[in-house]
Structure formats: structure tokens, C-alpha cells
């Protein structure tokens, strides 16, 4: 089973650009977007309804414009779920929880730390509860992938300029804390679990400096696994031969 996680920073701009169907070109069996930026009424029928997968949205409702999830998946889930069950975070529209026969699957665009004190703080209130939230799941007997742009790199091997940016958020300590905390508690981090050692592999650059041109990048688009699936996991890998965003998809190839 294939996977492919994508923050596409604005659906219908990568549409737009007609970079939308690459994704599609490597036959995933399920495709994860975040930061759509678009309630499902804004987007045309052809991304709606791509042939062969079933597809479900969620939006903010609180902004316009911001935000916003999307699974497309070949199999059909036996339930969706829109949120953690909490209001401050699910009316960002952030969270998708799918469940199907073998492990339930979250797709997830959590919070920037930027914009001063109140939206750090409101970070990592998001991170703990969600962290809650898959250990109930897995606590009643599930297994669990969770995925997305989370915001934040792991160690200094996941950015570019590590020193420069250990004041700015997405690589505060604690922030990192958080991803530690995700580690021991036995949720694996797929592509370090395959490319330990893996230097200047990036998920992320700055359009504005033309980052990506250079390669000064940041790895903060993940896939996630509960330890019980580390057995299933055949090839994680980042597809930075996809462009349209500032971010390029990833994958996770399931035994």
C-alpha cells in the first residue's frame, strides 16, 4: 500500500499551475493534502472527483482562505472523522481521521508557531491533545499512521541551518520536546527509521529566498507509524521532484 502526504499550500493555486496531477502519477493508493486554503464548494469538480478514489475535505471555519485537509483514497474508509473532538482546534479545520481494516490514518496540518506567544501556545496545546488522542486510539487496540506538515524539524540533520534557527519556531527545544515525547512513546518517524543518516533531505524551502534552488531546506512533512506496523514499512521516501508548492510530497510504502 502506497501513501503520499502533501502540503500543497493552496489546492487551486497548484491546480492552477497544473502541478495537482503529479501526485496522482505515482498511483497512490491514498493522497493526504494539507493547507488546502479552500472550503470543497471553491474547488472544481475535477479535483473533487478524481476517478478511482473516494474523497473527503475539511475547512476552516473560522478564516477563509486558510487551513484545510483532504484524503483521496482508493479504498473506501469504514468511518471519517473531522477533528479531535475539540472545538478550538477542529474548527481550523486541521485533522482528518480515517479508519480503515488495518490502522487508522490521520492526516493532519498542525499548527505555526509564528505570530508571537498566543499561537505558540495554542501549538502546543494542539500537539499534546492530539498526542492524547492517537494514544486512546491505540490504546483500544488500533494501529496508527499519522501524517502531515508538522511544523516543526526533529533534530539538527532535519534543516539546513540548524544554529541559525534554534530561536525561531519550528525548531524551538520545545517544540522538538514534543517530538521526542512522539518517539518514546513508540510512534516511528519512517524515513529516519530507513535513511538513519540521511543528510540535506528536506520536505520544505522558502519561496522568498528561493530556498529550494540551493537546497536550504527543513524536513517537517512526516509520516508517522505506531511501532506495532514498523514491520510493514517497505520505503519512506521525499519526492522533491514534485514542484507546485513550497513543500514536496512524501511516502510511505506499506508491506
Not at 93 to 121: E, I, M, Q, S, W
Not at 138 to 145: A, C, N
Not at 192 to 199: F, G, I, T, V
Amino acid at each position: 500500500m502506497k501513501l503520499v502526504s502533501w502540503n500543497v499550500n493552496g489546492l487551486r493555486a497548484v491546480a492552477k499551475k497544473g502541478a495537482f496531477p503529479a501526485v496522482f502519477e505515482t498511483d497512490p493508493d491514498i493522497v493526504c493534502l494539507q493547507e488546502t486554503k479552500a472550503h470543497p464548494d471553491q474547488l472544481s469538480q475535477e479535483i473533487r472527483s478524481i476517478p478511482g478514489y473516494f474523497s473527503f475535505f475539511d475547512h476552516s471555519r473560522v478564516k477563509k482562505g486558510y487551513s484545510g485537509v483532504a484524503i483521496f483514497s482508493k479504498i473506501k474508509p469504514e468511518k471519517v472523522e473531522y477533528g479531535i473532538g475539540i472545538a478550538k482546534f477542529d474548527d481550523e479545520g486541521r485533522t482528518l481521521v480515517a479508519y480503515f481494516k488495518d490502522f487508522v490514518l490521520l492526516n493532519v496540518y498542525f499548527p505555526n508557531g509564528g505570530g508571537g506567544p498566543v499561537r505558540l501556545k495554542y501549538k502546543l496545546d494542539f500537539y499534546n491533545a492530539f498526542l492524547k488522542f492517537i494514544e486512546k486510539l491505540r490504546k483500544s487496540g488500533k494501529s496508527v499512521i499519522f501524517c502531515g506538515d508538522v511544523n516543526t524539524a526533529h533534530e539538527a540533520i532535519d534543516l539546513a541551518r540548524p544554529k541559525e534557527n534554534e530561536g525561531n519556531t519550528g525548531f524551538l527545544p520545545v517544540e522538538r520536546a514534543w517530538l521526542d515525547k512522539v518517539v518514546n512513546y513508540g510512534y516511528l518517524d519512517t524515513f529516519r527509521l530507513l535513511h538513519a543518516e540521511e543528510k540535506d533531505a528536506y520536505s520544505y524551502w522558502d519561496m522568498k529566498t528561493f530556498a529550494r534552488d540551493r537546497n536550504v531546506g527543513w524536513r517537517i512533512d512526516y509520516f508517522f507509524v505506531s511501532d506495532d506496523l514498523k514491520d510493514r514499512v517497505k520505503k519512506a521516501e521525499i519526492l522533491d521532484n514534485i514542484f507546485g508548492s513550497d513543500h514536496c510530497p512524501v511516502l510511505l510504502e506499506l508491506k
